[in-house]
């Protein structure tokens, strides 16, 4: 029996410690176990240094610069998968589904109006090329059909799962504090909104850990001149990037977790923390409510008092109500093995 041969477009696993490595990596592991292996193949299109990723015995294509200009041949191949709204890679003769995770792009006010008109020009060229749409969250759907009609356009919400393979023995992490400590995880810019959490811990004895790469070195210092100004600069920790080990750790031994992001296609690091029923405290913009529903807490706004109350009534109602189970409850409606199964039946569509 000849075998549907399925392209999946990782390119963007050139990128460590971010979401859509992250993404890329459960979506592929979770694919693998999923396909029927008698009559599907998965190829994998990768930068060089991640080959074998998935394994020495598993199908590759190397991605290379000049694909950007030619296509490598695609011959008896079904289709392509593109996992990213910004890939410069799209076949011309293979059926194409195209992930949006999210079009932050347009609501960043450093950017200017001909930079987010380009974008929404390409963006509806790669849509008008792909044969299905799919997106992360019903949040990120709604926020393309402002700009760009989906009408005639097959489309699908599917929801990323929760990353979290458990480790039976957590270690320590070398950065640790015996006080009790907020959480947190992520690229370190300004989107993340960061800068707000020092206000947290005036007046008390708690910490803060922030985990994650600093993309923006100007906006790091922004955060610990927050804390200096607020006379909490000792309370404030940066790791860096972090082992599966570490983040654990910490998501396991936290005070709340804490996540005021401005802009989220999705937040995978919520479903994290929700995997481990921890208190969870977010924004109200974007992604963040869809994913977190009524098991989470929610900042009205980001001024210091009303913060510490939010995080004060929040953290009282979570010991009152038992409220562990039903977060980690929900963390398990967010599950990688059904998204796969979700892009099975669009793939299949195809063939």
Known sequence: ???????????????????????????????????????????????????????????????????????????????????????????KKLPIVLTIHDINLLHNINKSDQKKNQFIKALEHKIKLANHVTFISEFTKNDVQRYIDLSDKPHTVIHNGCNIKAIEQLTTPALSVSAPFFFTIGTIMEKKNFHVLPALLEGNDKHIIIAGITTSESYKQMILMNAKNQGVSDRVHFTGPISENDKQWYLKNCLAFVFPSLTEGFGLPVVEAMHFGVPIFLSKYTSLPEIGGEVCYYFDSFKKIDMQQTIQQGLQHYSSTNAKEKIQNRSALFNWKKAAIKYLEIYRSFY
């Open 1 to 91: 029996m000849e075998k549907r041969m399925i392209v999946l477009d990782f390119e963007r696993m050139k990128y460590p410690h971010t979401g859509l490595f992250h993404f890329c990596q459960n979506l592929g592991f979770s694919l693998q176990e999923s396909i029927e292996t008698r009559s599907e193949e998965l190829s994998f299109y990768l930068p060089a240094k991640e080959r074998n990723f998935f394994g020495k015995n598993e199908r590759y294509i190397i991605q290379q610069p000049w694909h950007k200009l030619v296509m490598p041949s695609l011959k008896n191949y079904s289709v392509w998968h593109s996992t990213h709204q910004d890939s410069a890679y799209l076949p």
